[in-house]
DNA sequence: GTAGGGTTAG
């Protein structure tokens, strides 16, 4: 900005003045299309004390730099040297206030002006275009005496904007009757009318005519027909016209960018993408995008980095995504600075940045500044609704979330879904089938992400019945090939006790990930096929590149101890770290004792414990003195319930077996001595619970309260029962 | 040739 004006100061304008004038004016309007008021008003100045200030050319272009500024004072000035009724300075007025949507006060301009031109009337029809007026831009489409081809396409581009596309391509034959030529914004229209109905061979023969017309070497035109190929996926035509193209502009080469993108060839994109001789806010936000969707985190984040160091103001589009990338990441932090800088250029309510801030809140368990932005949005969309919604889903705030939820104006699968995934991770299990059902009856198709969370849900609560007529529907969709859903059917499967099933669906997986190779191992383990699980292992690592993780090392612990491997399962245990790279956990531990105790290796166990670098787990301490009580080493014994007395201080998971033992060993003073401490330090049990299924409803029943809806009649016929029994 | 219509990303 600065050269540009020191450069224009040290220029005589009496040497050349036509070419000063038009200096002048492109610098105004870069100005004004950038904000940079200081700049104008600056140049403002210097015109003024050069006297070139009554040039009409010069003065028009201060006028709409001053509205565009919106600073009606100086704009003020301006109109008042023309005496305020000049055809261009009303123009100029109008078109303001219909860009301030301001549409009655422009009306009012419009209806008392001496006389009008066919821009007066353009401006009107577009202005009520945009903020989807059609039938009233219609009729002053209609009055207007001068329909030049800028107010046809004014109306044509209007009904496309506003999805109307039909209703453009009838404008666009009438035009065609009226004798008035197209040009090339015309057709750059009603390509997008035909982009937008899908219909390919309507833009064949529109292609037809533009060959016809000459307008096939117009770049912009190209442009616009690169992206109907895209549209149609017909991505080889789609090169072609770029490559015959003579000279490209950065549209085209976002365009071909994007086409790359589309085909998921992100290698080729960013080729393109650093070969491309220019690159503008869309270019960036494109490439940035892709690597945030395609998971690549912190590749899209150094890319938005990139993009501000070069100086280009990210938009509306690349702030949202790259908050939704910081949302992936969790990094709050940064978040709340791009907040702040969304905050100070107006941007907060905005729609899609509103959402994705929403998201981000919630992502890092903010949710109550996500509903400080939520409520802030101004044009709520679908989309808006589920990020709050979702958000207090994954935290589970799930009062919060069936609240919103049952006031949202428009639900779709994806609200659905968010719900039922909050219930399935907070163990709602009854409430998962109850809005599951009702989603169905609802006629809302389940995505694959809520089929996963719904057989996750049959898997906690083993309901064989509900996952296998899951999995009918999951047929029926077919979406089993999909890798995740082919998981979580083997997992509800083997969870459900039905091995043969699970194993079924795992061998028949068209391709399978870490996830699927540690349910089936696990679930081998857990159904007692110990050696099958043990065989899998071996052979994932022989044949795939999925290298093993914590939970199958679990498993595989537990397979071996299950089948009296114990060298074998020690051998495992000491690769953890060493060849996998995975330090054990406490369960790893809890399961290697349990395994030493087991084969009455009571010595090693004690030493492992001792050696662990950490608190040892209550169940690990437990399964040793199971083990001494099996093999009568007091010895032990005695040190080890001491250990477990120390830890129950602290968790009440070591109060429930310290009492357990002290039950089976008969001690019932001590048992209630522990109960009753438990009870003074506020320390509860997990109470054991139980339920049944009745016509796809799940009732859940625990010992400690009576939560069930019929309990009352529940105990009556139980006692009834009872009184049956001992009746002689 | 000062005012009005268009294409790329989400």
């Not at 047929?475 to 859903?485: E, I, P």
Request: aromatic share 10%; proline share 2%; glycine share 8%.
């Amino acid at each position: 900005m600065k050269t540009a004006l020191k450069n224009l100061f040290s220029t005589n304008p009496s040497q050349n003045f036509n070419s000063y004038i038009k200096k002048c004016a492109s610098l105004l309007k870069n100005f004004s299309e950038k904000g940079l008021v200081t700049g104008g008003t600056v140049l403002h100045c210097h015109l003024h004390k050069k006297g070139i200030f009554s040039e009409k050319f010069i003065a028009i272009k201060l006028l709409i730099m001053y509205l565009d500024f919106r600073k009606l004072d100086e704009a003020n000035e301006i109109v008042k040297e023309f005496n305020g009724f000049d055809l261009v300075v009303q123009n100029c007025l109008i078109n303001a206030n219909i860009q301030w949507g301001n549409l009655a006060e422009a009306r009012r301009l419009f209806d008392q002006m001496p006389e009008r031109n066919e821009v007066t009337w353009t401006m009107l029809i577009s202005g009520l275009m945009k903020y989807g007026r059609l039938q009233e831009s219609m009729w002053y489409f209609e009055m207007n005496p001068f329909k030049s081809v800028v107010s046809w396409t004014a109306g044509i581009s209007g009904f496309v904007k506003n999805g109307s596309s039909f209703d453009g391509l009838k404008l666009f034959v009438r035009l065609l009757e009226s004798g008035v030529k197209p040009n090339k914004v015309t057709f750059i229209s009603v390509v997008s009318a035909c982009i937008q109905t899908g219909d390919f061979a309507l833009g064949m023969s529109v292609l037809g005519l533009i060959v016809k017309t000459g307008f096939e070497d117009n770049v912009s035109v190209c442009n616009s027909l690169i992206t109907l190929c895209l549209r149609m996926r017909e991505f080889d035509l789609a090169r072609r016209v770029f490559d015959r193209m003579e000279t490209r502009d950065v549209v085209s080469w976002t365009a071909i960018l994007d086409m790359y993108v589309e085909k998921g060839d992100l290698g080729e994109a960013r080729r393109i993408f650093d070969e491309m001789p220019e690159r503008n806010e869309v270019s960036w936000s494109a490439i940035i995008a892709r690597y945030s969707q395609s998971g690549d985190h912190l590749e899209a984040l150094k890319l938005f980095r990139q993009m501000v160091q070069e100086g280009l103001k990210p938009t509306i589009s690349c702030f949202s995504c790259i908050l939704s990338t910081l949302a992936s990441l969790e990094i709050l932090r940064t978040g709340r600075n791009i907040h702040a800088h969304v905050k100070k250029i107006g941007l907060e309510g905005d729609v899609f940045i509103g959402s994705s801030l929403v998201d981000l809140y919630c992502k890092c368990g903010e949710t109550k500044d996500g509903r400080l932005v939520f409520d802030s949005i101004e044009k709520k969309n679908v989309v808006s609704w589920n990020s709050m919604l979702g958000g207090y889903s994954m935290n589970g705030q799930m009062d919060e979330a069936k609240d919103l939820f049952d006031n949202m104006p428009t639900r779709n699968n994806v609200s659905w879904g968010a719900i039922i995934s909050g219930y399935v991770e907070y163990k709602q299990f009854d409430k998962v089938f109850e809005v599951f059902n009702e989603m169905l009856l609802s006629g809302e198709t389940p995505t694959k992400p809520t089929f996963s969370s719904v057989l996750c849900a049959c898997a906690s609560v083993a309901s064989l019945e509900k996952g296998k007529d899951l999995h009918g529907k999951i047929l029926k969709l077919g979406f089993h090939y999909d890798v995740y859903l082919g998981t979580a059917l083997t997992d509800m499967y083997a969870k459900s006790g039905d091995i043969e099933s699970s194993k079924q669906v795992f061998d028949r997986m068209p391709e399978r990930n870490e996830f699927s190779w540690t349910v089936m191992i696990q679930g081998l383990a857990e159904s007692g096929f110990a050696k099958e699980s043990l065989t899998l292992f071996e052979e994932m690592k022989s044949c795939t590149s999925v290298s093993p993780n914590e939970l199958m090392l679990l498993s595989v612990l537990f397979a071996c101890s299950h089948c009296g491997l114990v060298d074998k399962g020690l051998q495992f245990f000491g690769a953890m770290e060493s060849v996998y790279g995975i330090r054990p956990k406490g369960r790893h531990y809890t399961c290697v004792v349990d395994m030493l105790s087991r084969s009455g290796r009571l010595y090693e166990a004690e030493e492992l414990i001792n050696s662990m670098p950490f608190q040892p787990e209550a169940n690990a301490l437990a399964a040793l003195l199971s083990g001494c009580k099996t093999y009568k080493n007091e010895e032990i014994a005695e040190r080890t319930a001491r250990k477990l007395g120390e830890l129950a201080e602290r968790n009440s998971a070591g109060f429930v077996l310290l009492s357990n033992i002290y039950a089976s060993a008969g001690r019932w003073i001590d048992v209630s001595k522990i109960r009753k401490l438990m009870r003074e330090k506020g320390l509860k049990k997990n109470s054991g619970c139980s339920w049944v299924e009745v016509r796809n409803h799940v009732y859940s029943f625990s010992s400690d309260d009576r939560t069930h809806s019929k309990s009352a009649e529940i105990y009556d016929i139980l006692e009834l029962l009872r009184s049956e029994m001992m009746a002689p």
